[in-house]
């Protein structure tokens, strides 16, 4: 078992086995699902207090999107739309938050604000200060595959063996980080679903991200919501959670230790009842523990 206390300010945020859980937070006019629904600072910092009373362990705040097409932004807007909420919601929880982002200005200015990991989509290739930013606040990071950009990921992306292909990428992201200052066991890895994939990929990735074990670093998976969802079940973004709730299920079978996601309510009770054999281990077989806990 990986530890994943790292994550919290004051050690794990949660006593419940299995996947800790990443609430969503964009503070964007465009992201795909909840897009400009928390650009007020206020409403965000609303938004992220319910996660964390959900059962989020962790509070992912982005100012881009990086939806298929989405065009970047400068570094003074990216600031302007984050920082005024990383600080506000460290002045109100001692939650882990999670600062999504490319730019290492971004990412520096989010950690002194109060934010204690970085979550790079890039794997640290979108800014080559990025590890140095990481290693100097030694902070966990997530690293990320996409192929190509946001602008163009989705413009015919091809893989001869996607599983295979990823993990190689994931491998030289973590040997550079490593290299570069930071501790391996600070190194989280996310195999894109969604970014720079096609349904095919998508749905080997989920059913085969146990064999990225073996590289040694958590695992994180981010399906919430994605298209590939909607291309499986026909349904629009704001009605996916039967099928992101599926995700959960074969991404927590296969050994992920972090789900990105938008419904921490529903994907934490998924999880007390999907983990429920563990939990029932960990407390003696106690029936009890089912009645009260």
């Not at 999107?65 to 919601?89: A, F, H, T």
Request: proline share 6%; charged share 20%; aromatic share 6%.
């Amino acid at each position: 078992m990986i530890d994943l206390s790292f994550f919290s300010v004051h050690g794990p945020q949660s006593m419940v086995p299995g996947p800790k859980i990443m609430g969503i937070l964009n503070v964007t006019p465009d992201s795909f699902s909840d897009g400009g629904a928390f650009l007020a600072p206020a409403d965000a910092v609303k938004q992220a207090l319910q996660m964390e009373k959900e059962g989020a362990d962790i509070i992912d705040i982005g100012g881009e999107s990086s939806r298929p097409g989405s065009q970047s932004i400068s570094i003074e807007e990216e600031l302007k739309r984050i920082i005024p909420v990383v600080q506000e919601l460290r002045r109100q929880s001692q939650i882990a938050i999670s600062i999504d982002t490319t730019k290492s200005l971004v990412a520096a200015r989010a950690l002194e604000a109060g934010a204690t990991m970085i979550n790079d989509i890039s794997a640290g290739l979108g800014d080559p200060e990025m590890f140095f930013v990481a290693a100097k606040y030694q902070v966990p990071v997530c690293l990320m595959h996409m192929q190509g950009k946001p602008q163009t990921m989705q413009n015919s992306p091809h893989y001869d063996d996607v599983v295979e292909e990823v993990k190689r990428f994931l491998a030289l992201r973590i040997e550079v980080a490593v290299k570069t200052g930071i501790p391996k066991n600070k190194i989280i890895i996310d195999p894109g679903i969604g970014f720079g994939k096609r349904l095919g990929d998508n749905i080997a990735l989920l059913k085969n991200c146990d064999r990225f074990q073996g590289l040694g670093c958590p695992i994180l998976i981010g399906a919430s919501r994605k298209s590939f969802i909607g291309q499986i079940t026909g349904a629009p973004v704001q009605d996916r959670l039967p099928g992101s709730l599926a995700a959960t299920a074969i991404a927590t079978q296969k050994g992920a230790s972090i789900l990105r996601v938008h419904d921490v309510a529903a994907t934490k009770n998924f999880l007390l009842v999907f983990s429920v054999d563990i939990r029932l281990q960990n407390h003696f077989y106690n029936p009890f523990f089912l009645c009260c806990s």
